[in-house]
């Protein structure tokens, strides 16, 4: 070889050009196509979905944004304010990393995601707690949606099922966040508390506790269902891990069965117990009163009787005839007043929201029950107007048992033509008996 082919040689040896890098996106997609079944690849995927599974302070920050929306939203008992509030709930992945760590068997880290959770949940319950006590300065209002979300309703918990197995599966397969499976969750969980605390500041009855009957049913249902999940998906649970997963889906089987079984959560309302009063009741009459018409003699028949006793002037008196004076009562005729009570005009509860209307024992005053829709009822045009809203008093047969309270007037259809509310002169009454002698 020359010297001058030597010269035209490179001084550097020739490299092969490099291929170009997937980017980074598709290489986690790629990467998350499949779980793996290695064990070293099962424990880099268990650690990564870890670290992004521990809670961070946005968790805490947007817990208590929704916590003070989803309060607003029942005091105002607006559907779009609570579910603008569920839109601002925090990711729920602290929920998964919770069932990595029974998978797992981390007691810390199953500690650490379960404080996590517990202080957003505080932070909502805090939320309706202070909207609560601002709904008693407001009353009467309506408040539907209080009442709704504090019952079990299986539509419901069919969506919370998909919505925690879809939770699971997209957070296991991409690093992408699952915005709407999350909101699933949040919903499950968020509102049924501050239902719960939003009643127990308002003084509604039963409803705080039935909230939060609702929330643990609805945390035992999703967490049991996003833990076969992610055995479904082939990650080995450890030896600790094992023991822990049943000994949690148990605990999950016994709140399940204890709660449903139970009926306490369930859409069943408690009856007031009453007592039915007859109205037409006669007024006793005295024992002194006499109806019979016979005559009673009232005065001692008086006798004078002849004396045959001479007096200072020897003259016989003559004798005196007996006098027989006998004084009758005048006869007592009873007279009977009849008031015909009004015809009772009939209709059914149709409420456009919840499902049935707020029975209450006065117009606007404390509830009593809810009435379903297609309940009949029925008035007799006793009516008050309270700041503009016309409430009447109505009747209604439960369990055998005839309860009356005011309902809102815009919540009956009637069957029969519509009472003319209109005011009356003469005031309504039930039959009286009026003896008059």
């Known amino acids: 070889m020359s010297m001058q082919e030597d ?3 490179p001084l550097e040896p020739v490299k092969p050009e490099p291929t170009t890098p997937l980017p980074p996106r598709r290489r986690r997609v790629t990467r998350r196509s499949h779980i793996p079944t290695d064990a070293a690849g099962q424990a880099e995927l268990i650690a990564s979905l870890a670290r992004r599974a521990y809670p961070s302070i946005e968790l805490f920050v947007f817990s208590l944004v929704c916590g003070a929306i989803l309060g607003l939203g029942y005091l105002l ?3 779009a304010v609570i579910l603008f509030g569920i839109l601002v709930a925090p990711l729920m992945t602290p929920w998964v990393g919770f069932l990595l760590a029974m998978l797992t068997g981390s007691l810390r880290f199953m500690f650490e995601t379960l404080m996590a959770l517990l202080i957003s ?9 202070l909207t609560g006590f601002a709904a008693r300065l407001l009353m009467p209002i309506t408040l539907n949606n ?3 979300h504090s019952r079990l309703w299986i539509p419901e918990l069919v969506v919370f099922v998909i919505g925690a197995i879809t939770l699971v599966i997209s957070f296991a397969r991409s690093e992408d966040k699952p915005f709407l ?3 699933l969750i949040a919903y499950a969980f968020f509102l049924p508390i501050s239902a719960s605390a939003f009643g127990l500041s308002a003084g509604l009855p039963n409803v705080w506790l039935q909230g939060l009957l609702v929330f643990l049913t609805h945390f035992a249902l999703t967490s049991t269902i996003g833990l076969v999940t992610l055995l479904i ?3 080995r649970p450890t030896t600790g891990g094992i023991m822990l997963s049943v000994i949690m889906i148990l605990a999950f089987a016994a709140i399940l069965i204890t709660l449903i079984g139970s009926g306490s959560p369930t859409t069943q309302t408690d009856v007031p117990q009453a007592t039915p009063t007859n109205a037409n009741q006669e007024t006793p009459l005295s024992p002194t009163e006499d109806l019979s018409g016979k005559p009673e003699p009232s005065a001692t028949p008086l006798v004078q009787a002849a004396t045959n006793t001479p007096t200072a002037n020897n003259i016989t008196p003559s004798p005196v005839p007996v006098t027989l004076e006998i004084t009758l009562p005048p006869t007592q005729t009873p007279t009977i007043t009849l008031t015909i009570p009004p015809e009772p005009v009939y209709g059914k509860v149709r409420a456009n929201e919840g499902g049935g209307a707020n029975l209450r024992d006065a117009p606007g005053g404390t509830y009593v029950m809810t009435l379903l829709n297609g309940t009949i009822v029925e008035t007799y045009s006793e009516f008050q107007l309270v700041n503009g809203t016309t409430w009447v008093k109505v009747f209604a047969q439960v369990n055998g048992q005839r309860i009356e309270g005011w309902l809102l007037e815009s919540v009956i259809s009637y069957a029969t033509p519509a009472p003319d509310f209109q005011p009356s002169s003469t005031p309504q009454g039930t039959p009286t008996i009026i003896v008059t002698p």
């Open 146 to 148: 209080i009442y709704i």
């Open 121 to 129: 949940l505080i932070f909502v319950f805090v939320g309706g707690l």
């Open 233 to 235: 998906l082939r990650l």
């Open 77 to 79: 008992d607006s559907q």
């Open 181 to 183: 499976p999350s909101v």
């Open 7 to 9: 010269q035209n040689l």
